[in-house]
């Protein structure tokens, strides 16, 4: 496990933030995009040469309906997406989950579908949920037009005219998606079946995959309209334009308990992220194409905060803080390097004290950016084993367990759970979606239902348990006496292992934000200008600026 490796390099671990600095739903909640996210190590290998990519069919007509199938070919496989167009009526659009009709829905297909395989889909995938897929396909999606900017768009180009370039700074972009499913979902390929391709190794890569060649799909789609409104006098897109368009995402409360729910894989992530900063920070000297490149992601961050918008009062307020913290740190930059000794250390402890969370996280994402030979190859232990995690080690002394909860845990064992606050909120599973919930325990009836997401409170549970049990006892007799401490028992013994594997705050608070789990997740995810719209649910993009697949090696089969 990366954790463990991590952890025998002295000349770094000295330079890496401590989990009860990183591990805080403040900074988890300020977290940016950097190249470790797995949207970045996408493009790298997408990007790097041995893959090729076509649209191989297309079947469309004049109301934009019908079937399209997009090919990744890369050195020993095939990936297909396989996008469904559809006429949706304006009063069943809608971003919630419990829709049943969509403008577009996906597949991505493990190999080239066949005639057969297309007719299969379009009677299952469709219907999303409703529907099955089988372990040929790897992920399930929909989506949704951005309604206003689809039609300037397609108005502007029917007409020969380019899009106004402030209607699109101000969405971002065409589509947006609703769900992107994978591992095992609805009949598709669980991603233990996947897992030792080199393309898929590193998590998300399928999903990333489907969105990336989504946003050609909604290129595509958006200039076959304005060809048959406009005919001969319709005119493509912009390229500047369309990199300045991303695939929106709209995700709600349902992604928020991920990071709780697999400890050993956060800790994965966070070691991953907290060690490449630890490698920039421990380098000797600054050299001038690294200087060169830290200026330029912080101009590029600048940018990219300017025309990041939200309507939520926390997010404008984070807003204001980091164009702000942007500002000063370019004008520091001015004058850095100076003549002291790592200086990408004296960089970041300068930062720590000047900048808010928003800056610093920034700032991380801007250090990095220079430094792809030091820190990529870290993409490859962001994986996880988790079943190898799991087993409970009962010959572990009591005396040991509870020094743990006391050093991993300290900031749950003074908590006040008698407080009504600090217990307001409990976790569940809606019976009609099976989706997570959130309910308030002092108005809500379902407590009964609650989830073991409470991490602070049981370990202090487990903590009290122990209390009168004697230092060299095994944990397997405390167990046998107390079974209902099993799950948090397990818990602390892999934070004991797996010191980022725990989110150190309470998670059931009435101050408690949902949107800082979704946010620290979608930033690893490779997400940009993250717009909350509630502290439970948030639209963000994909793939912004980046490449599309036409910009490589493409063909479009005729």
């Not at 065409?174 to 233990?192: E, I, N, P, Q, W």
């Not at 912080?298 to 300017?306: S, T």
């Not at 803080?321 to 790592?342: I, K």
């Not at 989830?451 to 202090?460: S, Y």
Request: charged share 25%.
């Amino acid at each position: 496990m990366i954790g463990a490796t991590l952890k025998s390099n002295p000349e770094t671990e000295k330079f890496r933030r401590s989990p009860a600095t990183v591990m805080t739903l403040a900074r988890m909640g300020s977290a940016h995009p950097t190249r470790l996210s797995f949207l970045r190590h996408l493009l790298r290998r997408m990007t790097g040469g041995d893959w090729r990519f076509e649209r191989s069919v297309w079947q469309m007509d004049d109301k934009g309906v019908g079937r399209a199938v997009y090919r990744a070919i890369g050195p020993e496989r095939t990936y297909s997406l396989v996008a469904f167009a559809h006429d949706l009526p304006p009063e069943m659009r809608s971003d919630r989950v419990i829709a049943t009709a969509w403008d577009a829905t996906f597949t991505l297909f493990d190999g080239t579908p066949d005639a057969a395989d297309l007719d299969r889909l379009e009677a299952n995938v469709p219907l999303q949920e409703a529907g099955r897929i089988s372990p040929r396909e790897l992920s399930l999606s929909r989506a949704n037009r951005s309604v206003r900017l689809f039609s300037h768009v397609v108005e502007c180009l029917a007409a020969g005219q380019q899009p106004d370039i402030a209607e699109i700074d101000a969405v971002g972009y065409l589509m947006r998606t609703t769900a992107v499913y994978g591992s095992g979902k609805f009949g598709a390929s669980d991603y233990a079946l996947v897992a030792d391709r080199a393309e898929l190794s590193i998590p998300f890569q399928a999903e990333m995959l489907s969105v990336w060649l989504t946003r050609q799909f909604t290129i595509d789609i958006v200039e076959h309209m304005a060809r048959v409104r406009g005919g001969d006098a319709a005119v493509p897109l912009d390229s500047a334009i369309k990199h300045a368009l991303g695939v929106g995402n709209s995700t709600g409360l349902g992604m928020a308990p991920y990071l709780v729910r697999h400890p050993v894989l956060l800790n994965n992530w966070m070691m991953a992220r907290e060690e490449a900063l630890a490698r920039v920070r421990a380098q000797p000297d600054a050299t001038p194409d690294a200087v060169a490149g830290l200026k330029a992601a912080v101009q590029a961050a600048r940018e990219n905060a300017a025309y990041w918008r939200s309507e939520h009062p926390i997010q404008i307020g984070k807003l204001s803080a980091l164009r702000n913290d942007l500002e000063t740190v370019d004008t520091h930059l001015s004058a850095w390097p100076m003549t002291e000794d790592h200086p990408w250390d004296a960089l970041w402890t300068w930062g720590e004290g000047t900048l808010s969370l928003e800056g610093q996280e920034a700032l991380l994402a801007a250090m990095l950016e220079p430094h792809g030979e030091l820190v990529d190859d870290l993409c490859s232990g962001m994986s996880a084993n988790e079943t190898a995690s799991f087993a409970i080690d009962g010959t572990m002394k009591v005396g040991t367990l509870r020094r743990v909860l006391e050093d991993r845990y300290d900031w749950a064992l003074c908590i006040d759970f008698a407080d009504p606050a600090n217990c307001a909120r409990f976790w569940y599973v809606s019976e009609e979606k099976l989706e997570p919930r959130l309910g308030n325990r002092n108005t809500e009836f379902g407590q009964d239902l609650e989830q073991p997401l409470c991490t602070g409170r049981l370990a202090q549970e487990l903590h009290v348990a122990l209390a009168d049990w004697n230092e060299e006892q095994l944990v397997a007799e405390f167990l046998l006496a107390n079974p209902d401490q099993r799950y948090m028992t397990r818990r602390a013994q892999r934070c004991g292992t797996y010191p980022y594997s725990e989110v150190r705050d309470n998670l059931i608070a009435d101050t408690t934000l949902p949107i800082d789990l979704m946010r620290c997740k979608l930033a690893f995810f490779g997400a940009s200008r993250f717009d909350p719209r509630s502290d439970k649910w948030v639209r963000i993009s994909l793939f912004q600026d980046q490449v599309y697949p036409s910009d490589l090696n493409w063909r479009v089969v005729q």
